[in-house]
């Protein structure tokens, strides 16, 4: 069943299509969701909670658009909600996205494993550092490869956000941003 | 860089994070049924913070109060209720490009508007360079007489793939005015080709039920000492279904004027007195807290207490808050070169000043497509949390934190970036201050002893609550003998083979039917000896009594939905004809001869019952605005509407083919089932669950052949295990019958 089919049956009622969807993606999307809430348990419950809500939202799901990258968006969404709710407004007195990228870029050209493997764990705790927003920014371009505007718009997004508090994010994704296009 | 290089390396590395294999299907799947659920924050203990400096709220000097007027309304914040409650008189929406745009819930108490809006159905940001121009500036409400309310708030509620909600607050619509125009948010970004913004929703507004949900709201009036000394108070206290929602203020006392406290610097910690971590998240969006602080500069807070069994009192600590320093301002002068380039960077600039009071310097100057990043450092371990810049007629860009040591800030041009040299304007810094400040609490009375929540207090009387449930279900009647027809039941679709059984409606005498099935619609012949179901590879006719089954020869793979007619002549049924498309509906005989489309159309559509002498199908439609009940004519092809529940599903039609029985939103925290004329009218509201709880609720349900009875499922949650069952409801004398099996109950048939 591919998904295509999966959502069709799933449109019509039969959660065997959703029980494809569970299996085929649920892995990567707690891998997503882990990215940005930094816990297991938690991240579990955020997809859980994102296919539950596409169960019941699948009627608006426009199938001429791939499955895949619409459920890790919202996964990524709903996760970045749980982290603030969960770790409020505050400002990261630790984090530094910069790092976070020098271990990226360090990692994709390392040759040994075991150096390959330490520098994922730095990653890891990098990104623990850094505040929910800066997260997901993180996981926004680099693991979902939405464009510039797109992160622009889904930080800022829903409206009515404290404006001030997403300076550090903004500042850190500007850094961000601008390393990657010395890069290029 | 290969930015798939990157999602490769994030994705390798969450994986080798997560200690277990992923199986959530179990979870999920046992909820899907649910009609309401809440996400359960596990929160990572927070690090005890150090105390330097202990404040204490004297709790003796302490006064509490149940407000009079003000209330708490989920979903919608603290309400004034010296005027009376108005409420929105329905859903307004507004589809255009398949955007719809929505208005859910709109309430007006005597201090406010508040609106909830929604937007669903956008598949990518079809036009991000108009969406960067769009901001929270076009939100409005107008008045019939043309004048404009002014916005308090707006807080985003929740987020998702394809749309957003949020919550705006405006000033309130004066009474005896009882109509408002919403514009909504810019919505450019969104559209394919949308242009001009011309959205507008027209809103009506009826005064509130009796019974809305409105929670009393305990204010705590602290002594003038204690509030003199304590920056940080608490003022209003809510009791929840499943806690405490604490509000209050942090207020620096003494600052200069051209000083303010913002926020919280890092996140408060919450711990009783043995020293434990008590869970809570922030709360602000819950209480509809104004983004503009407190008039002395400082900021609200509210916290949401996940629970009510601690050891008393609880102590809440705060060890830094921001501050701006709004008259703070420093200058200096830049030389860029006669030619500056993107990525330029310029260092060891020896450009030194003093901001706020402390010494700070240029770390380096980056040039960006619109104009320069400048980063500063601290000389004296001051943490800057931002500064605005401003070079002749820049305009702001980003500016933040990087890292503990430095801080920056981005000044953007319109038009053509400036060479050469160029003055340079800081103001409005950020900095963190250290403090430690803390507060306690403990409830006046003991929360085991608590008095029923307003939900409660408040629901609808109606046949079948959580409290006529837990009655029936503890002190269980004989189930009727006289129950008519066979149900059809299915485990849990965990098992990996499920079965179909056959049993009588209490769930006695249970004969599996067939293994294997994973299309879960079931139907019978009028006389109910034979069944009609899906397979993989079409539509079947089974004899109950023998067993035997045969295909239905122009059956194919993937028809489904089946009904048969209560005179026997026909069957319906949905076939998918492209995979991308939504079914259509198909009739053929009993016997199998006469396949034939019965509308060119095609819907999400569900089909739900027939009139009594085969001459009309009814069907569900779900489209954008909900579920739609309709009927589609055999003789002729056509197909009208009848009924369209607000925020529920069409759930069946009476044997008579008379009435419906569907689920409807009662108001923002209860849902109801009702039972009704097609149309909708002379409705009777059969049961009522609050979606705020999460200890009872119900979903699906099957009437009988003889109409008398519904058999609904049941979601009841005790000691965090949730039990599916199913219950029986005599509609003409309320009785509740519980019954024990757990299975899914697929169909109840003659």
Avoid at chain 2, 231 to 247: F, H, Q, R, S, W
Wanted: proline share 6%; charged share 20%.
């Amino acid at each position: 069943m591919d998904d295509l089919q999966a959502i069709q049956r799933l449109k019509n009622g039969d959660i065997g299509g959703l029980e494809a969807l569970v299996t085929r993606y649920q892995s990567k999307a707690v891998r997503a969701a882990f990215l940005v809430v930094h816990d297991e348990s938690l991240a579990e419950d955020v997809v859980q909670d994102t296919f539950i809500r596409i169960y019941r939202r699948i009627q608006h799901f426009d199938s001429s658009q791939s499955f895949e990258p619409y459920l890790l968006r919202s996964v990524v969404n709903a996760a970045l909600n749980v982290a603030q709710r969960a770790e409020g407004r505050h400002l990261s007195l630790e984090g530094d996205l910069a790092q976070v990228e020098g271990w990226l870029s360090q990692a994709s050209s390392v040759g040994s494993e075991i150096e390959y493997r330490e520098l994922k764990q730095q990653i890891i705790a990098a990104l623990s550092k850094l505040e929910p927003r800066q997260r997901a920014a993180v996981i926004q371009r680099y693991y979902l490869n939405m464009s510039e505007k797109e992160m622009a718009v889904a930080l800022e997004a829903p409206p009515g956000t404290v404006k001030w508090i997403l300076n550090a994010a903004r500042a850190k994704l500007r850094s961000l941003l601008g390393s990657e296009r010395s890069a290029k | 860089m290969n930015e798939k290089l990157y999602r490769d390396i994030l994705d390798s590395a969450a994986g080798d994070s997560l200690s277990r294999n992923t199986n959530l299907w179990p979870k999920i799947s046992a909820q899907v049924e649910k009609k309401s659920f809440m996400l359960s924050l596990r929160l990572r203990p927070m690090v005890l913070l150090l105390i330097a400096v202990l404040v204490l709220l004297a709790l003796s000097g302490a006064v509490y109060a149940i407000g009079q007027s003000l209330g708490y309304i989920p979903g919608i914040g603290l309400v004034d209720q010296n005027a009376p409650l108005r409420i929105l008189a329905e859903p307004v929406g507004l589809t255009r490009d398949g955007v719809t745009v929505k208005v859910e819930e709109a309430v007006i108490s005597a201090d406010k508007t508040v609106i909830k809006f929604s937007m669903e159905g956008v598949s990518q940001y079809a036009n991000p360079q108009d969406l960067t121009k769009c901001d929270d500036r076009s939100t409005g409400m107008s008045l019939p007489d043309g004048s404009h309310l002014n916005m308090i708030a707006g807080y985003g509620l929740d987020g998702w793939a394809s749309g957003y909600e949020a919550r705006y607050t405006f000033d309130p619509v004066p009474s005896g005015v009882n109509d408002a125009t919403f514009i909504p948010p810019c919505l450019q970004g969104y559209m394919p080709n949308a242009n001009p913004e011309d959205w507008k929703l027209a809103l009506h507004f009826i005064p509130a039920p009796s019974q809305m949900t409105v929670m009393p709201v305990i204010e705590v009036t602290p002594s003038l000492q204690a509030a003199n000394q304590n920056p940080l108070t608490l003022e209003k206290v809510i009791e929840t279904d499943n806690g405490y929602i604490l509000a209050g203020a942090f207020n620096l006392p003494n600052l200069p004027p051209n000083e303010k406290v913002l926020q919280f610097g890092q996140p408060p910690s919450i711990t009783d007195a043995s020293g434990q971590d008590v869970p809570f998240t922030f709360a602000d969006y819950k209480l509809d807290l104004p983004a503009e602080k407190t008039p002395a500069g400082g900021f609200l807070w509210a916290f949401d207490l996940d629970g009510k069994q601690f050891d008393w009192p609880l102590t809440i600590t705060v060890n830094s808050v921001a501050v701006q320093f709004s008259g703070a301002q420093a200058q200096f002068e830049f030389d860029a070169g006669p030619n500056s380039t993107d990525g330029q960077i310029w260092e060891n600039l020896n450009i030194h000043f003093e901001l706020a009071g402390h010494p700070v310097q240029a770390l380096n100057v980056i040039r960006t497509p619109a104009g320069y990043q400048f980063n500063f450092v601290s000389d004296d371990s001051t943490v800057f949390n931002s500064v605005d810049i401003s070079i002749g007629d820049s305009m702001q860009g980003l500016t933040g934190m990087n890292g503990l040591d430095s801080f920056g800030s981005e000044a953007k041009f319109a038009g053509a970036v400036p060479s050469g040299r160029m003055t340079v304007l800081l103001s409005h810094p950020v900095i963190l201050e250290s403090g430690n400040w803390q507060t306690q609490w403990k409830p006046e009375r003991d929360p085991t002893l608590s008095t029923p929540t307003a939900a409660s207090q408040s629901a609808p009387q109606t046949c079948l609550t959580a409290d006529s449930w837990k009655a029936a279900f503890a002190n269980p009647q004989p189930i009727p003998t006289d129950l008519p027809g066979r149900i059809f039941l299915q485990p849990k679709l965990d098992d990996p083979n499920p079965a179909i059984y056959v049993a009588n409606p209490d769930g006695s005498n249970k004969q599996e039917v067939g293994r294997g099935w994973k299309f879960q619609f079931v139907s019978t012949s009028p006389d109910g000896a034979q069944a009609l179901f899906s397979q993989e590879d079409g539509l079947y006719i089974m004899n109950l009594a023998t067993g035997d089954k045969r295909r239905i020869p122009d059956s194919l793979p993937g028809d489904f939905g089946a009904l048969w007619s209560p005179g026997g002549t026909r069957i319906a049924f949905l076939r998918v004809e492209s995979p991308t498309s939504y079914p259509s509906i198909y009739m053929i005989n009993a016997d199998g001869t006469g396949l034939q489309k019965a509308t060119d159309e095609t819907g999400d559509y569900y089909l739900r019952g027939w009139l009594p002498d085969d001459s009309a199908l009814f069907f569900a439609e779900l489209t954008r605005a909900g579920y739609t009940l309709k009927k589609l004519e055999l003789s002729s092809g056509t197909i009208s509407d009848f009924f369209a529940p607000k925020g529920g599903n069409v759930d069946a039609i009476t044997p008579d083919g008379k009435g419906v029985v569907f689920s409807e939103r009662i108001d923002e925290t209860n849902q109801g089932l009702y039972i009704a004329h097609l149309d909708g009218s002379n409705r009777r509201l059969i049961a009522s669950a609050s979606l705020s709880s999460e200890s009872w609720s119900f979903g699906q349900t099957k009437l009988s052949p003889d109409g008398k009875w519904l058999a609904i499922v049941i979601y009841a949650t005790t000691a965090n295990q949730t039990d599916e069952s199913v219950t029986l409801l005599n509609l003409a004398t309320c009785q509740i019958v519980p019954l024990s099996y757990k299975d899914n109950l697929l169909a109840w048939t003659p």
